[in-house]
């Protein structure tokens, strides 16, 4: 947060995982909301006035603005996941062993992401690029791989992100990586040798349905929170009740969902990985003890924040226990409004902030 009044100017230049400093390093928390989107935002806007940090808001926005707009178009969602199998048998062809990207910053950028489960935004973009439009690989198996090992990829970033660079998001507008542009925002640490695209991937038109929101139920300072039956999952760990009131008890989180990972090892692997970050997150920040539970162990008249459109609600719908879903109230003022596109979704986002007092 201490450089957030200079993000605007720095927030592209990608230094490499040694010098994060231009960038917040929030994403984890944020993705998982252990530090959801609105505190974020209060807290930045405590410092700073909203003109220093627009550019920071309106980051934390977008990944308000992909959520809400999956969550009314999960055709998209739906359409990525059953083509799971398709793509985790490409990249196990791909990325096995001996695997040599053409590009040497790819290979660079590949070996980051498995290592450290992060890469900067204006790579992430660059590699994306490249893989689509340069090599020519689907789109769908460039989102199971940063899905795969980003630490803080939710489906509606994530998934929408590769359709925006692939050209599908926004009709007519796809992202191409330039070399110069390469060298120039990884501070000449990176100049593409071979060729990159210069023209786009034809992509076929799509019309994807608009469906509405069905919201569960709005917590309030009204409700009573028993948290004994509370659970939480990896798309929602924000504590349904004050931290002086929680007592150094434990807290029940369902266990992430690792069919989608890949093979059993890589799986494996990558579970145990996330499943210690939680922990370690819970341990550090509330002093609380992680008690994991799977689908299978929930109960009737349990109760969790309602997942956004994703794997995480593919297991909540998917089990038979009545469970309480509940929406948080930023959530409920703010999806609807990502119909269309990002510029028209923030208009009505600053005046909802407004309304929440936010802004």
Not at 41 to 62: C, G, N, R, T
Not at 148 to 168: E, F, K, M, P, Q
């Amino acid at each position: 947060m201490a450089e957030a009044g200079q993000y605007a100017a720095t927030r592209n230049y990608d230094y490499g995982p040694q010098k994060r400093t231009n960038v917040s390093q929030l994403s984890f928390e944020i993705r998982h909301r252990a530090l959801p989107e609105w505190k974020v935002i209060e807290l930045i806007l405590q410092h700073y006035s909203l003109d220093a940090v627009e550019k920071f808001v309106d980051e934390v926005l977008w990944r308000t603005y992909w959520k809400g707009w999956l969550e009314q178009h999960p055709s998209v969602f739906d359409n990525w996941l059953s083509a799971l199998n398709l793509s985790d048998e490409f990249l196990e062809q791909t990325i096995g062993p001996g695997r040599n990207f053409p590009h040497a910053c790819m290979n660079l950028w590949f070996d980051e992401l498995v290592e450290t489960g992060y890469l900067h935004n204006h790579a992430r973009m660059w590699f994306a690029s490249i893989w689509v439009h340069t090599y020519h690989y689907s789109w769908e198996s460039g989102a199971l791989l940063f899905h795969r090992y980003l630490s803080d990829a939710d489906c509606g970033s994530n998934i929408l992100s590769w359709r925006w660079v692939t050209g599908l998001q926004t009709k007519g507008k796809a992202y191409l990586a330039k070399a110069w542009n390469i060298e120039k925002f990884t501070d000449g640490r990176h100049r593409p040798l071979r060729p990159l695209a210069t023209q786009a991937i034809e992509v076929l038109d799509e019309t994807v349905a608009r469906e509405a929101i069905d919201f569960g139920v709005r917590m309030s300072d009204a409700i009573k929170v028993d948290h004994h039956k509370w659970f939480l999952h990896e798309d929602d760990l924000n504590l349904p009740i004050d931290e002086d009131d929680l007592n150094h008890m434990s807290i029940r989180v369902l266990v992430p969902r690792k069919h989608y990972l890949g093979t059993r090892i890589v799986c494996d692997a990558q579970h145990r990985i996330k499943r210690r970050a939680i922990e370690l997150l819970f341990k550090t920040k509330y002093n609380l003890e992680v008690q994991w539970i799977t689908e299978h162990e929930l109960k009737d008249g349990d109760c969790t924040w309602r997942a956004p459109c994703g794997l995480t609600r593919t297991t909540l719908d998917g089990h038979e226990k009545e469970v309480t879903l509940y929406d948080h109230r930023y959530d409920q003022v703010l999806w609807p409004h990502a119909s269309k596109g990002f510029f028209n979704f923030k208009k009505h986002a600053y005046r909802e902030l407004q309304e929440l007092g936010l802004v």
